[in-house]
């Protein structure tokens, strides 16, 4: 296991640990979580030993293997799957080894050992990460050097998994996947053999492939059972509790006070002061948990245009005169939110660009509204940032006239407040960078609002109130993005791009979700097979349904009343007294239990729900 002992570390002499203890079982799936600042990547680098420790330990297993992405992969002339390979520095060196032994005993000795790893199925173990990471069997051929910065950032965190760490560190991976990767990357965490810690803003990636959370906040480390939705709600139930304790001693605190303040001059109630005095002394404030920030984002409103605002028939379009998507024939109205689903290199960005008007259709028509002002958000915008101004000098050039006040206002309402909008572009956070991006997208109050990957950088709240903004803004909105969240809050239409044609989708993101995670194989197999005629429910097997949506529902009701109860009986402040901490801990683990089973009977109501709903009953 991996053990954090009472650790205190600063940066600049401001700390990030104070006494921060957690402990993590080995091979569980764990996320880390917190404030931007608070100091999770540090967190990461004080595990690996790359910083020292002012005060405390980190304890790990003798030998233990930890391993992380690398900030970037050198652009080599070595393939893809030998890089990949390359990463398992024990089977490369035993491969060498092994051609240049000639001790029998040795060579005995590697063999077995090359055996013991599997080593022989490594490349069909590296080429299958490569390809759940978006890169096609030709592709893994090429050199390193052929792919960009992001695409050679997939391919060292192939290297990570393919080597199979005991303790598997991963910072953000999700920021340079797809919709795609990101879902296959979920589905290989949750089944890695090893131990994995994840810092990540993804709640679907946090609710899926994790079994517990770590929290950093206020200098401390909090191990929470259960995915992030649980983790959510079970701090702000603390919070809840906390807040209303420190109100209470707050006004005793004041009672007390009063008394010492209106008798400490009276010699007849001199002695009852003192003894107020000494209670005050006694009475230890506490500290109202700091509730989080309110993150906003204020788009401008545009006016209202005759629908629809691009309609496209026969279209087509494409690069250098290859067309990538042919035979578009789609309709955009002001009040449509899309989400583009499919596979990397299917061709997504470019019907962003095409409907953008960064590329011209090749054939057919595409008729934009005479009025339409479009806004458009690619993470590449992030990186054309003029590193050496202000987020101020940046919305001067577009809005030379505008009042400095109006301007600040326009940046505060994206979160950029006094101190940012001074700061050069290179000294602010991805996530600052990301919100300045956002708000030159979106200056002039467009209309259609194309976002292509909007939420890399941005932490959970920043992601939440994208959400709500997106809700309440009135133009149209085109969204690329590996954050199955933002989809699903936001997305009222599925296109889906594949095979050089665009096409609604008429299912939802959990069905999109099973279809990627399906085998090739499994998929052809599927597709293969006669469709079958839907065979009636007889009288007796709806009955039978029925009575198992009854059970569902009486087994819902009798948690939500356990649920009840715990949450009364951790509302209790004596509870929060040091002696009382370990029965603080066997209720706060009866609660985690009673929420997942709660969970669990909420999935069974609804799958028993839909079955009686596919028998036909009313």
Not at 433 to 438: E, F, T
Not at 600 to 608: C, K, L, N, S
């Amino acid at each position: 296991m991996l053990r954090i002992d009472n650790i205190t570390y600063s940066v600049e002499g401001r700390p990030l640990f104070e006494g921060a203890s957690a402990t993590i079982p080995t091979g569980h799936k764990v996320g880390l979580v917190g404030r931007n600042g608070a100091g999770k990547t540090t967190l990461f680098r004080l595990i690996r030993g790359e910083l020292a420790l002012e005060g405390g330990e980190i304890g790990l297993p003798q030998r233990a293997r930890i391993g992380g992405v690398a900030q970037e992969v050198p652009s080599s002339s070595t393939s893809l799957i030998d890089t990949v390979l390359a990463a398992d520095t024990e089977r490369a060196a035993l491969m060498a080894e092994a051609e240049t032994a000639t001790d029998p005993h040795r060579i005995a000795e590697v063999q077995a050992r090359l055996a013991d790893i599997d080593a022989w199925s490594a490349e069909g173990r590296a080429s299958a990460i490569l390809r759940g990471l978006g890169f096609e069997p030709e592709e893994q051929l090429r050199p390193c050097s052929d792919f960009s910065g992001g695409w050679r950032m997939r391919v060292a965190l192939a290297g990570v998994l393919f080597a199979q760490p005991d303790y598997l560190l991963l910072d953000e991976p999700t920021n340079y996947l797809d919709l795609e990767g990101a879902l296959w990357l979920e589905s290989y965490l949750a089944k890695y053999p090893h131990t994995v810690i994840i810092i990540s803003h993804d709640r679907g990636l946090l609710n899926r492939a994790v079994t517990g959370i770590l929290h950093l906040d206020q200098k401390k480390l909090t191990y929470w059972q259960g995915g992030y939705d649980q983790f959510a709600r079970q701090v702000a139930e603390r919070r809840a509790v906390q807040a209303a304790e420190a109100k209470k001693v707050e006004a005793r605190r004041a009672h007390l006070q009063s008394f010492v303040d209106r008798f400490k001059a009276k010699a007849s109630k001199a002695v009852q002061a003192q003894s107020r005095v000494k209670m005050l002394e006694k009475l230890t404030p506490i500290t109202a948990p700091e509730e989080a920030k309110k993150v906003v984002f204020t788009f401008p409103e545009p006016e209202e245009l005759s629908p629809p605002i691009i309609n496209m028939e026969g279209a087509a379009v494409g690069y250098g005169g290859r067309a990538v998507l042919r035979r578009l024939s789609l309709r955009i109205d002001q009040d449509d939110r899309i989400a583009l689903l499919g596979r990397n290199g299917e061709g997504k960005s470019t019907l962003s660009k095409l409907l953008a008007g960064k590329l011209d259709a090749m054939e057919g028509r595409l008729h934009r509204s005479s009025k339409l002002r479009i806004g458009y958000f690619a993470q590449h915008q992030v990186d054309e940032l003029h590193i050496d101004e202000t987020p101020l000098q940046h919305v001067m050039r577009l809005r030379p006239g505008e009042h400095q006040a109006k301007l600040r206002a326009r940046l505060a309402g994206f979160g950029l407040m006094a101190e940012q909008a001074e700061t050069v572009v290179g000294r602010l956070s991805g996530g600052q960078k990301a919100r300045l991006s956002l708000l030159l997208a979106t200056i002039d109050a467009p209309h259609l609002l194309i976002l292509d990957e909007p939420t890399n950088h941005l932490d959970i709240e920043s992601r939440e109130a994208l959400v709500e903004a997106l809700t309440e803004y009135s133009g149209a909105v085109i969204l690329v993005s590996h954050d199955m969240h933002l989809l699903g809050l936001v997305a009222d239409r599925l296109w889906l791009v594949k095979g050089g044609a665009v096409t609604p989708y008429t299912e939802d993101l959990e069905a999109y979700r099973r279809m990627l995670l399906t085998p090739p194989e499994d998929e052809a197999k599927q597709a293969a097979k006669p469709a079958e005629k839907p065979r009636r429910a007889s009288r007796d097997e709806v009955l039978a349904l029925r009575a198992e949506v009854r059970k569902c529902e009486e087994r819902l009701g009798k948690l939500n009343d356990m649920r009840d109860k715990l949450a009364k009986k951790l509302a209790d402040p004596e509870l929060y007294e040091d002696a009382r901490k370990g029965e603080l801990q066997t209720w706060n683990r009866k609660y985690a239990e009673v929420m997942e089973g709660l969970d669990r009977a909420e999935a069974m109501w609804m799958t028993a729900q839909e079955r009686l709903e596919e028998a036909g009953a009313p």
